[in-house]
């Protein structure tokens, strides 16, 4: 039975399970096991006892969407309200996409197998640009109209977050709702919204609720909002258009962490997936000030979560998942203020259990090596992850990265000191100001990084491998006027880096070089800074097959570039008008009415400032600088030491 | 200076337990990786007393029992864990069926004794189910006639780089129309012959689906819904049973 067609209102007889029409299928595709649900901690609830119902989508593959935090987080915090039920579903992939569309079975969750067409609200997770297509292909397969102008009360509300959401313009025709910053608080505030307004008997329709959605202020409604644009191609204007809707929508911002201890009950799946471990967020935000980072700009400012909540959240992970492997997980862990107390206390409660920690932290000094010296103490010394960012020292300047060539060279000899045979080193190419120098000067790097690693270690046998990004300019950050760096040219300097460092004799064998072609960084500028025009785009390469575009052996650039020509085709707009052209000050901005805390003059200064390499101090350890977040979000700073140890767990 | 753990070496192994447990349902699609990631997640969360191997990356003390392919269900999946501190089997059933998902059922846990054949020597052959949605008995019946009167049946199996060849009809103990264990499962209507299948396990592995592909090419079978397979038994085959419906013996009993 294809639930909801018939009925006045989906709920009323939807959600029946899909799953006897799709079983037979599952054998002839590829890793069934992503399709059939069933993991540890996965829920399924009854459906007409609920009043709310979301389903959660990661717009990926199961094996990299599982994993995902902020979706996890969502579905058990929802779950645990007992009028509330949620479950997830992620992007096919085609082998199945076929079949469904061959015996008409619609795009379903894994928990309990029932449509997502049935359900309230379906909320989308983006991490990154490149999974809006997997959005289309889930909308289409779902029975539910592409373009939001097109769904009536039959359909869910369709609500985009992630910090793709932070400038949704691109997908602006597809989504009903995006939302910004932190989802904890406003999926609850989202679903209360909706409960009242079906209690209400749904008074004015979808678009009473997507009213009700927009005025409170939880949600951007872009459908309310009008762009007008100037005959160079340049946005004229975004206004409200309508009574009640907030010219600006801001972000939202948990505050206290130490309240929200999610996840509590991990799913753990069957299926393989990209991490296999217990994650505990150790803190939120981060004011280093990278200037290339969107992470750390869109997420201010920084709010710890506490030594003894994160000690009774791993606790209680292990034992609720049997993971052995723990994470500590923020923008940089080695900055929570005490990460070594957290560190050692955990590695002393674990001495001998077969549980590893993990700390993704790539800052280049000492302190990093001991902290990665204490959580390995009993693990194999396998690799080390240092990011400079920057391959000269000017560079580096620019970004805000600031490490000089001396540190990075100290820290690196001390990690090979320290029985680690593996670096590895991160930088960006593409970045404002760049030259060809500036990316040859990483070569020179990586040959003094060797030089003084066999020394520190005693032995020749060590490896350092270079790992290089395309830069891509994102919306509210201070590089959000610069101007993309062209993939020819992104790939000209990579291959002139990778022959210097392959041909050198005396130290080419010990040093990899990694990097990926630049033309997908293309593709992500174009749906990051993009407006509401590029929707037509990604709507064109959808229906030309496009999907599953951050994997490289389906992404097609070719098709991209002809939509791109087909689309804009007599408009003053075009690929490169989107990528490598540089904005100035004046001009508006697809994202400006969507408020992430930051005053523009500050990001316009430190723009400036960039250019002519002056560095911003951290306004944890250094007074506030005044980015704006804080007095406009109304937040604070929430940082420790609670000068609290980690107790030996007692055995029972 | 390279490194190696410090302290004491793991405690050895006191005790070997054998277990039979099951794939059912939707749990059918587990490959054996996945199977033994979550048996292993479920050891940890259980807190039953597993024996680790030493070194840098200590490994539990699980050995695994030809186990069944992706896609097919079974009644009957073994393997074999050594743990540090002895445990009362009937605990370590309850603990462990508790701890992992609801179709990977733990049915039989018995310690082995010191001495006693390994589990891979009481194994020798498989008894399968296979359950042919659309087919009639009639159908079914005449294809396994005209199958075992053959002497050999080469099919050709995709691997990861191309085609191998096995003789489907070597591998086969018996084969005959039988009668299905749940009849109303599944989803079909109509008509839905079963087959028992016995199959040794021969170098190369002759799987059921070989046999199915035997059945179609060789025999003129037709099977226009994905038929349903399920392992009912592991053992040594039983000489005392008859030539055309072959029996296993329990390699726990
Ligand atoms: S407003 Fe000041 S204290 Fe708050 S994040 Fe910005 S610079 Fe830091």
């Known amino acids: ?652 | 200076m390279s490194r190696t753990p410090d302290g004491p070496p793991p405690p050895p192994v006191v005790q070997r337990l054998r277990v039979r447990y099951t794939k059912r349902g939707r749990m059918r699609f587990t490959s054996h990786r996945d199977f033994a990631r979550a048996f292993e997640r479920a050891l940890r969360r259980s807190g039953v007393p597993i024996a680790f191997s030493a070194g840098f990356s200590p490994h539990p003390k699980v050995s695994y029992a030809g186990a069944a392919p992706t896609g097919t269900a079974s009644e009957a999946e073994y393997l074999e864990i050594g743990l540090a501190v002895s445990r009362d089997p009937r605990r370590v059933r309850e603990a462990l069926d508790a701890a992992l998902p609801d179709g990977i059922d733990v049915v039989e846990v018995v310690e082995a004794q010191p001495a006693t054949p390994s589990l891979a020597e009481r194994i020798e052959a498989s008894s399968w189910e296979i359950r042919l949605p659309g087919v009639s008995e009639e159908e079914a019946a005449a294809a396994v006639g005209k199958f075992l009167a053959l002497d050999s049946v080469l099919v050709a199996r995709p691997t990861k780089d191309g085609h191998r060849e096995v003789d489907a009809r070597a591998g086969v103990a018996s084969v005959r129309l039988g009668v299905a264990r749940n009849p109303d499962s599944g989803w079909e209507t109509g008509p839905c012959a079963t087959l028992n299948l016995v199959v040794r396990h021969s170098t190369p592995a002759v799987r059921p689906d070989d046999v199915l592909t035997a059945l179609r090419r060789a025999a003129g079978l037709s099977t226009p819904v994905t038929p349903v397979v399920t392992r009912l038994a592991q053992g040594l085959l039983d000489e005392a049973s008859p030539q055309d419906e072959r029996r296993l013996l329990d390699p726990l009993g």
């Open chain 1, 1 to 652: 039975m294809q639930g909801g067609a018939g009925g006045p209102y989906p709920d009323q007889m939807g959600g029946a399970s899909i799953f006897q029409r799709l079983e037979p299928l599952l054998p002839a595709v590829r890793k069934p096991v992503q399709y059939v649900g069933g993991e540890l901690h996965s829920v399924v609830k009854d459906w007409e006892s609920c009043q709310v119902r979301w389903a959660l989508m990661y717009p990926d593959a199961y094996e990299v969407g599982l994993p995902n935090q902020g979706l996890q987080i969502l579905y058990e915090l929802l779950n645990e309200r007992d009028d509330v039920l949620a479950e997830r579903t992620y992007s096919v992939w085609s082998d199945l996409e076929a079949l469904m569309r061959e015996h008409a079975i619609p795009q379903f969750t894994v928990d309990a197998h029932r449509p997502v067409g049935d359900f309230d609200l379906l909320g989308v997770s983006f991490a990154t640009e490149l999974g809006y297509t997997n959005l289309l292909t889930a909308l289409d397969l779902a029975g539910i109209p592409l373009s939001a102008a097109e769904r009536d009360e039959s359909h869910p509300i369709v609500v985009a977050g992630g910090h793709a959401a932070f400038n949704p313009e691109p997908i602006a025709e597809f989504i009903d709702v995006a939302v910004l910053g932190d989802g904890e608080q406003a999926a609850v505030a989202i679903t209360d919204l909706v409960r009242d307004w079906k209690a209400a008997g749904r008074p004015a329709g979808r678009d009473g609720l997507l009213v009700r959605l927009a005025t409170s202020g939880v949600a951007y409604v872009p459908a309310f909002y009008d762009v007008t644009y100037l005959p160079d191609g340049r946005i004229q204007r975004v206004v409200p258009n309508r009574p009640g809707v907030p010219w600006r929508v801001a972000k939202h911002t948990v505050m206290d962490l130490d309240e929200w201890p999610y996840p509590k009950q991990p799913l753990v799946p069957l299926a393989e997936t990209v991490h296999e471990r217990y994650s505990v967020e150790i803190f939120r935000g981060c004011t280093r000030g990278c200037r290339f980072c969107q992470a750390g700009m869109i997420t201010r400012p920084v709010r710890e979560r506490s030594i003894t909540t994160v000690g009774e959240m791993v606790q209680r992970g292990i034992a609720a998942t049997g993971f052995e492997e723990v994470g500590l997980l923020s923008l940089s862990s080695a900055d929570h203020s005490e990460i070594a107390e957290i560190a050692k206390g955990l590695a002393d409660r674990y001495d001998g259990e077969q549980v590893s920690l993990s700390l993704p932290s790539t800052r280049v000094d000492a302190f990093n090596v001991t902290l990665a010296n204490e959580l390995s103490r009993n693990g194999r010394r396998t690799g080390l992850t240092f990011a400079p960012e920057g391959g000269s020292e000017r560079m580096r300047k620019v970004i805000n990265k600031m490490v000089t060539e001396e540190d990075l060279i100290r820290t690196v000899a001390t990690a090979y000191g320290n029985g680690w045979r593996q670096v590895k080193l991160y930088f960006m190419c593409g970045l404002p100001t760049e030259t060809d120098d500036d990316v040859m000067q990483i070569a020179a790097m990586a040959r003094r990084v060797i030089a003084t690693g066999r020394e520190a270690a005693g032995r020749r046998d060590i490896r350092c491998t270079v790992s290089i990004g395309a830069f891509v300019p994102k919306p509210h950050t201070p590089f959000q006027w610069a101007a993309q760096l062209d993939h020819e040219t992104v790939d000209r300097r990579l291959r002139a880096l990778k022959g210097a460092l392959t041909h050198d004799r005396e130290f080419g064998r010990s040093i990899g070089v990694r990097y990926h072609d630049g033309r997908p960084s293309i593709i992500e500028g174009l749906l990051s800074r993009g407006d509401r025009r590029v929707g037509a785009v990604i709507r064109a390469v959808w229906e030309d097959g496009g999907r599953f575009d951050g994997w490289s052996e389906h992404f097609s650039f070719r098709r991209w570039e002809n939509a791109c020509t087909a689309v804009f085709e007599g408009q003053p707009v075009s690929l490169d008008w989107y990528t490598t052209r540089e904005r100035d000050l004046v001009e508006v901005l697809p994202w400006d009415h969507l408020d992430a805390g930051l005053d523009k003059d500050w990001m316009w200064q430190d723009w400036q400032d960039a250019i002519s390499g002056e560095e911003v101090e951290d306004c944890r350890w250094s007074p506030c600088y005044d980015c704006g977040v804080c007095p406009s979000m109304d937040t604070e700073i929430q940082v420790g030491p609670t000068g609290r140890q980690l107790l030996p767990l007692t055995v029972v």
